[in-house]
């Protein structure tokens, strides 16, 4: 229980910091202000264009190796699950814990490897939307070479910020729903490695997500 105040505690002070500074002083901030520089500076020249490609092909690397994981995770979580006998092979995992030795829970194996299948199921569809509008900002922004979209100016700026700024928030969830499943599975080896892995994961997170480009 303390594992899940700390981790929700921590998510939660970062968004009521992250809300309260200034834009310029956070990663979202500057993150946010540089996809509309970006959007503004291929939009601004036709020979920009080429730029969207090379971009969106490096998020749609980066989207689809998420997606891929997770489901290649899955796949091999159900097939342990029928080869083995999985409730008492996490059992005697949850056995080995250092301090605590093998204690009681509320929460069978069983429940936490679906957890695991849970979290991994989220960050496969949130990379796929992710891809999924890197993909329509790749088409947009290619299709701005054509004179008939001269007119559309304005309005396919504001659509491109507009999918960026989604795809990268759904980019953002699935690197988040990550930091969770390894305290999930650092679950699955009893308390002290719950702890452990969620203390680090919090340190980590707190460094990155307040970490200002400015300093």
Known sequence: MF????????????????TMSPPEQSVFG??????????ENIMSKEKNTILVVQTMRNELMVGTFLGETSFSAVTV???????LDLSCTLQALESYDPILGSPSTLFSPVFKVGLICII??????????SVRFTKHISVMGASYSSPTCDHLLGSMKCAILDM???????????????????????????PTALFVTTFVSVIHMASVDTSSVLD
């Open 77 to 83: 979580i159900i097939s342990l699950s029928t080869a």
């Open 3 to 18: 594992s899940k105040v700390l981790f929700g505690g921590c998510k939660l002070f970062l968004r009521h910091d992250i």
């Open 164 to 190: 960026y700024n989604r795809s990268s928030l759904f980019l953002f969830v699935s690197q988040r729903l990550i930091y969770l499943a390894f305290v999930v599975v650092a679950w699955l080896f009893g």
């Open 30 to 39: 500057v993150s946010a202000c540089n996809r509309k520089k970006w959007v």
């Open 120 to 129: 991994l199921a989220a960050i496969f569809a949130t990379s796929m939307q």
